[in-house]
Structures are given as structure tokens and as C-alpha cells.
């Protein structure tokens, strides 16, 4: 399956654009835009997207620039591929390097308050963040939905894990989802009698194999409970072999693969070909982006989006509570400040752009909510990352990033004082953790003074056998982990920056702690040598019960606006819709109540779906 490229405004006539009603209009064009966007446009409803990046990357130069520009760029961050642009800014990794954690003193786009400083990012392009997203796309545990009733903690959901399923099924054939059910089921995950993912399962690497042979079956203690650590592979947004067994869930037909979103790349979107930069570009276009289903959406006709316009003010009619507009700033060079405002109306809207954005938004608009939730809650999975040396050459740099970890310890009643984690098996070796292997070559030429035929030996030697674990690390809602917005922090066109408080509860640093543990009797159990080492000066470096730890962003942005039963609780209902604006949605990962141990991705897009269907029900109604 390829696509057009679909047709994405460079020189719109703003005034027209004003002058017309449509029936949606949303903010953001990642997965949650486009999914809403393409349900909506199918069924013949006038859809305007605006997106605040550039919007040239759905042609072939376009991709090519975005690979080119990350083969070339020093620093290989999530965001390496695209240009800075100083109208619409996101944040990098590498920009916590220059903060004195604690301290609201950034240069950055994200203003950093502590007292953790995080260095999770996302995209501002086209397609958003699942252009650089890592592609695991497993569904959430059913207990994460009832974190309050069964646990004691956190919060429950408005709805619960059936009330999703059929949604998760759409969401993973949107997105390809390669996967072994058999495996999933083991783990404690309910599905549809039958069920089979779209694509096979991603085969486990050599390297996943050997850590296999040594860990599988490992019994560990977990507040009086045991659990047994089982290597298995995780769903993947990416192309594998179509699963014959698809077809009941298919109408009956074998499920096609989506390739690459430019029809004139035909080389390019087909199988996985195992590269391990999938973060933060696919070279291929094997991996799912939300450019594909962008694509489709335009297609229909009845799709319009508007790159280079940035959000900056949601206006209320407040006679009626209603949106009345939206107020965007356009511009035409990323490198200028310089801009002109303009205003559309619809009969909905629908802000699509993330956790941090969307709140960000709302705030900047004078609409923190009546109960004051807007920006709280937020979250992600902290990540503790720990590396060694395999005893033996274990083929690290081939695959994708990560195949296969361990989700052993996801679930079950230690959830009461403890969080979960799930552990992903590392194919990159120590790009993450290091800066592998450039570090590896500085310090074998620099300490060990080697060159030539000693030098390239022993390079070998050493990422050849690089392990990497990264436990990603549930965090609960906290009130006080939010986004806030001040008039002194704005960027290059005046509005106002995303101001971060972020800190992690005793319940997740308990989790750190266990995951760190583990990490020791697993590198026993391998043999392996280990490196794993947490600098003081690291901007994520907590101090825990006497020992230090270097805590990741994890990227999986969450809370912000959440869901729930009742206005005085939450931001939205269970279908996404303000409670306090009837004809506004806030949509994706801010209205999850819970992140449990999944990345968040295909949950967010499982949502979308549900959330599609109520938009397009109200629609249908006004319109009687």
C-alpha cells in the first residue's frame, strides 16, 4: 500500500480560511490528529488541521532532507532530523546539558522548574512525535485501569480495558502491529477470542536469544510475591510478514502492509530492514508514522491542513461556555520572528497536539478550569538505564532498537508500594546510556592508546558485546507534576513557553531502586561486566536511601487534562470532551488518568477512535 503525497497548504488564503465554518478543526497533525481527521473526513465532514511545524515532509526531498540532515548531525538526539525553527521550538535532550537543575533559567523551549529535570521531547512537524517514536506498541495492563480500586493508588479510569478493546484492535490496524498474542496473553492481557496481531511478531535478535538462555526462568521476590522473568518480544508499529490469521478481523482479506508515504518511493515502506537509528528516523519508512494516516486523510478530500500556524489562543463565547474560535500565528520563515494572526471557527474543536501543548494552550487562553486541573497530573516513565559487557560477542548494532525485554514484572500486588516497570532489552548497545560508540573509540584511543589494527580489534570487541537494559518506570499522577505557563518565558512570536514541575514520589524511586537490584542479578546471571555508572552532575541524577541514580526522560508525555467520571476531578469525560465546553476535545495522551508500563501510543490512538465516534455522532445530530 502507497500513498499520495496529499496536499498540505504552503500559500493559504487566511482570509477564506476565516470566512469558513468547518465542521472540526484541529490542533496537532500526530496520531491523534490524523486519526480524528481521517474518521471525520471519510465521512464527507469538513476538517481544517493546523499545524504549528513545517509541512514539506510528506515528498520524497522532504524525507530525504530530514535523513540527510540526521546522517550529518553531530549530536543524534530524537529531534536531530529537523531544522531548529525559532517560530515553533520543541525541546531537545540535549538541552538539560545547560540547566542548573532546580532552577527556571532555560534558554530552552521547555522552561525546566524541578526539582527533576527531565530530558523527555517531543516532535513540532508534521506527522508529530511518532516521527521519532521507538515504535513499541504494546496495550495496557487491565489493572491499570483500576489503579485506585485494586492497588490503593493512583486513580481509576472512567472506563475500563474492554470498554477499549475494540478500539485498541482499530488502533493496531492503523498502525501495523506486529506481535506475538500468545505472548501478550501470558503477561495477563485480554483479547478478542481468535485474535491475532495484523503482522507477525518481530524476531527476537541473537543478542535477545542470549540474554534469554540466561535469565528465562529467573525467580524474583517482589513484596512477598514471585515472578518469574521471561525474555519476550514486544507489538511493533512496524512492517514484519502479514499474519494469514488476520483475515476474520480483516474482512476477510490478508492485511497489506503500509509503505512508504510518497508513491514515488517505491524502494522505500516495506519490511523491517533491522536498522537500529528507528529513533529517530526510520530510513526506510518501514516504521508507522502518523504521516501515513495523514496521508489517507487528505485523500478524502474533505481534509485541509495548514502547516507553519501556530496555535496561540482558544477563545470562549462565555454566555454560552462554547468555543467560538481559535486564534493562530502564521509564519513563513522558521528562522524569523516575524508573523500575522488569523482566526477560524467551527462546530468543534479539538485540541490534538500533546500533554504539554494542549495544556500549554489552554493556560496561555486564560482557561485553567474551574476545579484548576488544567496542567496537573502530568506524566511520564522515568527510565533507569543499566550497561554491561556480555562475556561473549552477542551481535549488538543489529536489529531494530529493541525487540524484546522483559514484562514480568508489569502487574501484581507489590503495586501497592512499589511501582511497575517493564524492561526493554537494548539491540543499540550503549548509544543511550554512553554516547556509544563514538565514546568507545575516544576512550580506546585516548586511555589505551591504540590505533590502526589494535584499535579497530578491540572497537569490535567492545560493541560487538555491549548490553544495554532500560527500565522504564511507571509514575503515578502526581497534582504537583504539571504544566503552568508565565508571561516571562515566551518564544520568538510571544507565546508563552511551557513551564515544567516534575518530581518523582517515593512509590516510583521505590521501583528505581528494585529495577536497579534486578539489573545486578541479571548482569550475574549473564556474566556480564558491569559499566552502569550515575554522575552527580547528571541534570537527572537522584539521591535515593543512600545511593544515586541517573533517571531518562521517557518521552511518553501523559496527565495534563484527564479523564474521569465527574467535572470536579477531571478535565474531560470519558469520551475526550471538556466538561466544562461542550464542543471542545482535548485528545491523546493528557487524558489518561494512568500510564501504567506501556508506551503510550497505541492507547492514545484507541482513544482517538472512541473519540472519533462521538464527534461524528454530535456532528450528525446538529445537523438534523
Known amino acids: 500500500m502507497s500513498y499520495s503525497t496529499g496536499k498540505i497548504e504552503q500559500n493559504v488564503d487566511h482570509a477564506a480560511a476565516a470566512a469558513t465554518v468547518y465542521d472540526a478543526v484541529i490542533v496537532g497533525s500526530g496520531i491523534s490528529g490524523a486519526i480524528l481527521a481521517h474518521e471525520l473526513g471519510r465521512q464527507g465532514f469538513k476538517v481544517l488541521i493546523l499545524e504549528a511545524g513545517p509541512g514539506h515532509d510528506l515528498s520524497v526531498s522532504g524525507y530525504q532532507t530530514y535523513l540527510e540532515r540526521f546522517y550529518t548531525a553531530i549530536s543524534k538526539d530524537n529531534n536531530a532530523p529537523y531544522a531548529t525553527n525559532r517560530a515553533a521550538p520543541m525541546p531537545r535532550s540535549g538541552d538539560v546539558r545547560r ?86 496473553k501470558s503477561l495477563g492481557i485480554e483479547f478478542d477470542p481468535g485474535y491475532v496481531f495484523p503482522m507477525r511478531e518481530m524476531p527476537p ?55 512508504a508515504v510518497s508513491s514515488h518511493q517505491a524502494d522505500m515502506g516495506g519490511r523491517c530492514q533491522g536498522n537500529t537509528n528507528c529513533t529517530p528516523i526510520c530510513p526506510v519508512q518501514a516504521k508507522y508514522d502518523a504521516r501515513k494516516t495523514l496521508a489517507k486523510a487528505l485523500a478524502t478530500g474533505n481534509v485541509q491542513l495548514i502547516a507553519q500556524s501556530v496555535a496561540s489562543k482558544v477563545r470562549v463565547d462565555f454566555a454560552t461556555g462554547r468555543v467560538d474560535r481559535i486564534d493562530y500565528k502564521i509564519y513563513s520563515d522558521p528562522d524569523s520572528a516575524m508573523h500575522t494572526i488569523a482566526s477560524v471557527k467551527g462546530r468543534v474543536f479539538i485540541l490534538a497536539a500533546n500533554a504539554i501543548e494542549n495544556a500549554r494552550l489552554m493556560l496561555a487562553s486564560g482557561l485553567p478550569g474551574r476545579n484548576g486541573l488544567m496542567g496537573r497530573h502530568l506524566m511520564d516513565h522515568p527510565y533507569l538505564l543499566a550497561w554491561g559487557l556480555m562475556p561473549e560477542v552477542a551481535g549488538t548494532m543489529r536489529g531494530t532498537i529493541c525487540t524484546s525485554g522483559i514484562s514480568s514484572l508489569r502487574s501484581g500486588a507489590f503495586r501497592r508500594t512499589q511501582a511497575a516497570f517493564a524492561v526493554d532489552i537494548h539491540n543499540d548497545g550503549w ?101 552502569s555508572k550515575y554522575d552527580a552532575l547528571d541534570p537527572g541524577f537522584v539521591s535515593y536511601h543512600g545511593e544515586g541514580y541517573a533517571v531518562r526522560g521517557g518521552n511518553h508525555l501523559a496527565g495534563t487534562h484527564i479523564m474521569g467520571e465527574r467535572a470536579d476531578n477531571s478535565v474531560v469525560d470519558r469520551r475526550q470532551r471538556s466538561w466544562e465546553h461542550e464542543n471542545l476535545y482535548l485528545a491523546g495522551p493528557g487524558s489518561m488518568p494512568t500510564i501504567g508500563t506501556s508506551n503510550t501510543t497505541l492507547t492514545l490512538a484507541a482513544l482517538c477512535y472512541m473519540t472519533a465516534e462521538s464527534i461524528s455522532s454530535e456532528l450528525r445530530n446538529q445537523s438534523i
Not at 223 to 237: A, K, L, N, R, W
Not at 482 to 497: E, I, K, S, W
Open 99 to 184: 540547566l542548573r537543575p532546580g532552577l527556571a533559567n532555560s534558554d530552552a523551549y521547555l522552561v525546566q522548574n524541578g526539582p527533576l529535570v527531565t530530558d523527555s521531547s517531543y516532535a513540532r512537524v508534521v506527522g508529530g512525535t511518532t516521527n521519532h517514536f521507538e515504535s513499541k506498541t504494546p496495550r495496557m495492563m487491565p489493572e491499570d485501569f483500576e489503579m485506585s480500586t485494586r492497588h490503593g493508588v493512583g486513580m481509576d479510569w472512567p472506563i475500563r480495558y474492554r470498554d477499549l478493546m475494540p478500539y485498541y484492535n482499530k488502533a493496531e490496524f492503523e498502525i501495523g502491529v506486529s506481535g506475538d498474542v500468545e505472548g501478550q
Open 205 to 259: 535478535t541473537y543478542l535477545d536469544r542470549l540474554v534469554a538462555r540466561g535469565v528465562d526462568g529467573t525467580r524474583v521476590e517482589v513484596d512477598g510475591e514471585s515472578h518469574e522473568i521471561m525474555i519476550t518480544t514486544f507489538p511493533q508499529g512496524r512492517n514484519g510478514l502479514p499474519h494469514e490469521g488476520y483475515r476474520p478481523f480483516n474482512n476477510g482479506k490478508d492485511y497489506v502492509p503500509a509503505s
Open 431 to 531: 548509544g543511550w546510556a554512553t554516547g556509544a560508540p563514538t565514546t568507545n573509540l575516544l576512550s580506546i584511543v585516548d586511555e589505551m592508546n591504540q590505533f590502526g589494527a589494535g584499535l579497530r580489534a578491540e572497537l569490535v570487541s567492545q560493541i560487538s558485546r555491549q548490553l544495554l537494559l532500560a527500565f522504564m518506570v511507571e509514575l503515578l499522577p502526581e497534582p504537583g507534576n504539571r504544566v503552568t505557563v508565565r508571561p516571562d518565558y515566551v518564544d520568538a512570536l510571544g507565546n508563552m513557553r511551557p513551564v515544567l514541575s516534575f518530581s518523582l514520589p517515593d512509590y516510583t524511586m521505590n521501583g528505581i531502586a528494585f529495577a536497579r537490584e534486578l539489573s545486578r542479578r541479571l548482569f550475574r546471571r549473564l556474566g556480564v561486566e558491569d559499566y
